[in-house]
C-alpha cells in the first residue's frame, strides 16, 4: 500500500471500528437495563446484526435472549427467523448440534402461530441439518415436514430439502426414494441454474450406485462429476470426490488406487468448505498406513488429526473416522486396550449414524482385536455378527438394485390398474344412471303415454338421421376411395408415362441435371400415387401389402416398428381390404405426426369368428374424449367410421405421457 495512502485510510479504518464499538456498546447498555421490553428486542436485534460475522459467542448468546424474549411478547415469526439464522453458527461454531434443535424445537412448539409458510418450511430444514449428524430418520422426517409447508415460489429452498433428504435415505440404504429425491433436486437446481448444487446433486447419485456395489458406474459418474467441476471453476469439490473414490478403492480392494486419491483428495482440500474433512481425510490415511505396516507415516497422520480433533465435540462422523484411525494405528503397535477402547467407540459412533459398512467395519476390527488378545469367545461372536450384517447388506444391495430397475414399471402398471378401475367405476356409474331413468319413465309411464309417443317418434327420427348419416359417411368414404384410384391412376398413366418420356429424350440429349430433377419428380408423383390408392392390395394382397406399408415406415421414419403378422388374404372382399389397409396406414399416420413416439407394435390376429388388429405405440398418449369432440380432429372420426363400415368394434386405451393402444375386432363370415 503506498504510504500516503496508509496515512490517510489508517486512521479512518481505526475511526470505524471504534465508533462500530461505541454503537455495540450502546445497544449493549440499553438491552441490560431496560425495562422496555419492545426496546430491548429492537436494542438486541441491532447487536445482533453487528455481530453476526465478526463476534459468533456475543452474536449466540444475545440470539438465545432475542428468541426468549420474542416468544414472551407472541412474535413467533420474529423467533423463527432468529432462530434460523442462529443455527449455523451455533452447529458451525460452537457445535451445538443438540442445542440447536432444542431451540427449533422450541419455536415449532408454536408453529400454528406462525403465519408464514415458507418460515415453518425453513425452521425445519434447519432442524433436519442439525439432525443429519445426530439421527439420519429424524432428519428425512424434518425434510419431509420442510417440504410439505414450501410452496412453488421456494423452489430452492424444496430443492435443498431434496437433496439433503437424498443424502438421508441413501445413508440408510433406502435406494429408490433416494434416487427419485436426488432426481427432483437436480431438476429444481438446473431450472435455478445452480450449477454448483446440480453437481451435489449428481454427487448424492453416485454414493447411491457405490452403496449398492454398482462401482464401474460410480466410477464413470464421478470421472464425468470431477471434469464438470473442473469445467465450472468449482474445485473446492474435488477434495470430496477424491474422498468417495478412495472409498470405493478400499471396498474392491484396489489398495494402490485407494492411496492415490486419499492424496489427492488432501491436496485439493479446503478447509472453508468442511473444515472437518481434514479429519475424515487424514483419519483415512492413518489407518491404510496403519494397515500396510507404514508406523511412521501412521504416527504422522495421527499427530495431525489429534489437535484438529480436539476442536470437534458433536460431528459423530468425524469421532468415527477419528476412533477408527486410533484404532487402527494402536492395533498396529500392538497396545490392544486402547485398540479395543477406540474400535467400540467407532461401533457406537457408527450405529448412532446408521451406517452399515462403518458398523460391518467396526464389528470385524474388535473380532480381530479380541482374536489378537486371545479372548477366542468375544473374537467369535463379533465375527458372527459381522458375518450377519455382511449377508444382510449383500442381500439388500441385491434387493435394492432390483427395486432401482423395477419400480418405473410397477408404477406405471399401478397406474394403469387404478386408470381402468377409475373407467370400470364411471362406467357402472353411468349404467345405474341410466337404469334410474328407466325406471323413472317406467313408473310414469301410464300418466305420460302421450310424451313416451312423442320421445319414442323423436329416437326414431334421431335413429334414422344417425343411420343415414352413418350411410352416408359409408358412401363417401368408397367415393372417397374410388377418386383416389382414380387420381393415383391418371397420375401414374398419365403424369408419370409423360415423365418417362421427357426422361428419355433427356437422357438422349446428355443433361444428366435435368436427369436427376425428372428422376426425383417420378419418384414423388410414384409416392403420391402409392399414397392415394394402395396398388400393392391388387398386386400382394393385403396381408403383404400391411407388411410393405410397415417396412416402408420402419425404414424411412425414425419410428421402430414390431410386428405379428397373420395372414387375412381372401377373407374380406377388396372393398374391406381397402378399409383394413387403411385403417392400419392412417393409425401409424397418426402416430409419426402425433405421438412424438419411439416405438410401435402391431399385431394381426386371426381368429375363428373375428380378426383383431392391434397397434400400440410409446408416445405421449391423448384424452379420448377430448379428441373425439374436437372438430378439427378427423384421425379418430374417420377411423370409427371405416370399423362400422366393417361392421367391427373399436376400442381406444390411452393416457398422456403412457402411450396408445388402438384394438379393432372385425367379425369373419
Do not use: W
Amino acid at each position: 500500500m503506498p504510504k500516503k495512502f496508509s496515512i490517510v485510510v489508517m486512521p479512518l479504518l481505526l475511526v470505524s471500528i471504534f465508533s462500530n464499538a461505541q454503537d455495540l456498546q450502546h445497544y449493549k447498555n440499553i438491552a441490560d437495563t431496560t425495562s422496555d421490553d419492545l426496546l430491548k428486542l429492537e436494542s438486541i436485534d441491532s447487536i445482533l446484526s453487528k455481530t453476526f460475522r465478526f463476534d459468533p459467542e456475543t452474536f449466540i448468546n444475545y440470539s438465545f435472549e432475542y428468541i426468549d424474549l420474542a416468544k414472551k411478547l407472541d412474535s413467533f415469526d420474529l423467533a423463527a427467523k432468529k432462530a434460523i439464522s442462529l443455527q449455523r453458527p451455533l452447529t458451525r461454531v460452537n457445535n451445538g448440534l443438540g442445542k440447536a434443535i432444542t431451540i427449533l424445537n422450541g419455536v415449532l412448539a408454536h408453529k400454528y402461530k406462525i403465519n408464514d409458510s415458507t418460515l415453518l418450511g425453513k425452521l425445519y430444514l434447519k432442524k433436519g441439518d442439525a439432525n443429519f449428524r445426530l439421527d439420519l430418520k429424524a432428519a428425512i422426517q424434518d425434510y419431509t415436514l420442510a417440504l410439505n409447508h414450501f410452496s412453488v415460489k421456494d423452489s430452492v429452498f424444496s430443492a435443498d430439502a431434496y437433496l439433503f433428504r437424498g443424502q438421508a435415505n441413501s445413508n440408510l440404504g433406502m435406494v429408490v426414494g433416494a434416487s427419485e429425491d436426488f432426481k427432483k433436486a437436480y431438476a429444481f437446481y438446473e431450472s435455478l441454474k445452480n450449477y454448483r448444487y446440480m453437481c451435489l446433486a449428481q454427487q448424492g447419485k453416485i454414493t447411491m450406485f457405490c452403496k449398492n456395489g454398482f462401482y464401474e458406474k460410480a466410477k464413470k459418474e464421478r470421472d464425468d462429476l470431477i471434469s464438470k467441476l473442473i469445467e465450472l471453476n468449482l474445485d473446492e469439490y474435488l477434495s470430496t470426490e477424491y474422498y468417495n473414490q478412495a472409498l470405493d478403492y478400499k471396498r474392491i480392494g484396489n489398495d494402490k488406487l485407494e492411496l492415490e486419491f486419499l492424496q489427492k483428495a488432501d491436496e485439493n482440500h479446503n478447509d472453508s468448505l468442511n473444515p472437518n474433512m481434514f479429519i475424515y481425510i487424514h483419519s483415512k490415511l492413518a489407518e491404510y498406513y496403519s494397515i500396510h505396516g507404514d508406523i511412521k507415516n501412521a504416527e504422522e497422520e495421527i499427530q495431525l488429526i489429534e489437535p484438529r480433533y480436539q476442536e470437534v465435540t458433536e460431528d459423530r462422523y468425524a469421532e468415527l473416522n477419528y476412533s477408527g484411525a486410533k484404532a487402527t494405528y494402536s492395533k498396529a503397535i500392538g497396545d490392544y486396550e486402547k485398540s479395543l477402547n477406540y474400535a467400540k467407540n467407532k461401533l457406537a459412533a457408527a450405529k448412532d449414524l446408521g451406517y452399515e459398512e462403518e458398523i460391518l467395519d467396526a464389528h470385524f476390527m474388535i473380532s480381530e482385536i479380541y482374536k489378537e488378545m486371545g479372548n477366542y469367545k468375544k473374537s467369535l461372536e463379533n465375527k458372527d455378527i459381522y458375518s450377519s450384517i455382511r449377508d444382510s447388506i449383500y442381500n439388500r444391495a441385491n434387493a435394492n438394485s432390483l427395486a432401482y430397475h423395477q419400480t418405473k414399471f410397477e408404477i406405471q402398471e399401478k397406474e394403469k390398474e387404478l386408470v381402468e378401475k377409475n373407467s370400470n367405476i364411471q362406467l357402472l356409474e353411468r349404467n345405474s344412471q341410466t337404469f334410474k331413468n328407466l325406471m323413472f319413465f317406467v313408473s310414469l309411464a301410464f300418466m305420460l303415454i302421450f310424451g313416451i309417443v312423442l320421445l319414442y317418434r323423436n329416437r326414431q327420427n334421431l335413429k334414422s338421421k344417425k343411420n343415414l348419416q352413418e350411410e352416408f359417411s359409408q358412401k363417401l368414404l368408397v367415393s372417397q376411395e374410388q377418386e383416389r384410384m382414380r387420381i393415383s391412376k391418371d397420375l401414374h398413366d398419365g403424369v408419370g408415362q409423360q415423365l418417362l418420356l421427357l426422361k428419355n429424350k433427356l437422357i438422349a440429349s446428355g443433361d444428366e441435371n435435368a436427369k436427376k430433377m425428372v428422376d426425383t419428380t417420378i419418384d414423388e408423383v410414384r409416392n403420391i400415387s402409392r399414397d392415394l390408392h394402395p396398388f400393392a392390395l391388387q398386386e400382394l394382397g393385403i396381408t403383404k401389402a400391411i407388411e410393405h406399408t410397415l417396412t416402408q415406415i420402419d425404414e424411412n421414419t425414425t419410428l421402430f416398428i414390431s410386428s405379428e403378422i397373420d395372414n387375412i388374404d381372401n377373407i374380406f372382399s377388396p372393398e374391406e381390404e381397402v378399409n383394413i389397409y387403411r385403417i392400419v396406414q392412417e393409425s401409424l399416420s397418426n402416430i409419426i405426426k402425433h405421438a412424438k413416439a419411439e416405438a410401435s407394435k402391431v399385431l394381426v390376429k386371426k381368429f375363428t369368428n373375428n380378426i383383431t388388429i392391434s397397434i400400440k405405440d410409446n408416445g405421449v398418449g391423448f384424452d379420448f374424449t377430448e379428441k373425439y369432440k374436437d372438430k378439427k380432429s378427423l384421425g379418430l372420426k374417420t377411423l370409427l367410421e371405416r370399423t362400422k363400415f366393417l361392421n367391427g368394434q373399436m376400442k381406444v386405451v390411452s393416457r398422456r405421457e403412457n402411450g396408445t393402444t388402438l384394438e379393432f375386432k372385425f367379425p369373419v363370415q
